[in-house]
């Protein structure tokens, strides 16, 4: 699965953005498999933020970030998004979305990486 990540950019606390994460590839490896987002701020280990299974569509998201975002994926796009709301400094980070056909919220698990895709809070 190739992955390609979106939609990043700089925005005030409190604001909003959309990042999004367009799949390639065979159509019937997407029914098994999590797609997720982890961020990674400088000096950090890359973090879970939310993920989703393709075909079910269950979502699972950190602590940090439940309530504030939403993973949803588009089936016909084959697109992942995660829409960010009320935004805070400390989510500045670099984000990636990601695949995997065994996990759900451990980075090792997940096979598949986007490029990363820069977003900043500013306060």
């Known amino acids: 699965v190739q992955l390609q990540a979106s939609g990043g950019g700089l925005v005030q606390a409190g604001g909003s953005l959309r990042l999004s994460c367009a799949a390639s590839?065979?159509?019937?490896?997407?029914?098994?498999?999590?797609m997720g987002w982890f961020r990674q701020a400088p000096g950090m280990e890359r973090e879970f933020v939310a993920s989703?299974?393709?075909?079910?569509?269950?979502?699972y998201y950190a602590d940090s970030v439940r309530g504030r975002f939403t993973i949803s994926r588009d089936k016909a796009m084959n697109t992942v998004y995660l829409q960010m709301d009320s935004l805070k400094p400390e989510d500045t980070a670099v984000y990636f979305c990601?695949?995997?056909?065994?996990?759900?919220?451990?980075?090792?698990?997940?096979?598949?990486w986007g490029q990363g895709t820069q977003v900043t809070v500013s306060s």
């Open positions: 990601a695949a995997s056909s065994r996990g759900i919220t451990t980075p090792r698990m997940f096979e598949d």
């Open positions: 590839g065979p159509g019937r490896i997407f029914s098994s498999k999590v």
């Open positions: 989703i299974r393709w075909g079910a569509g269950t979502t």
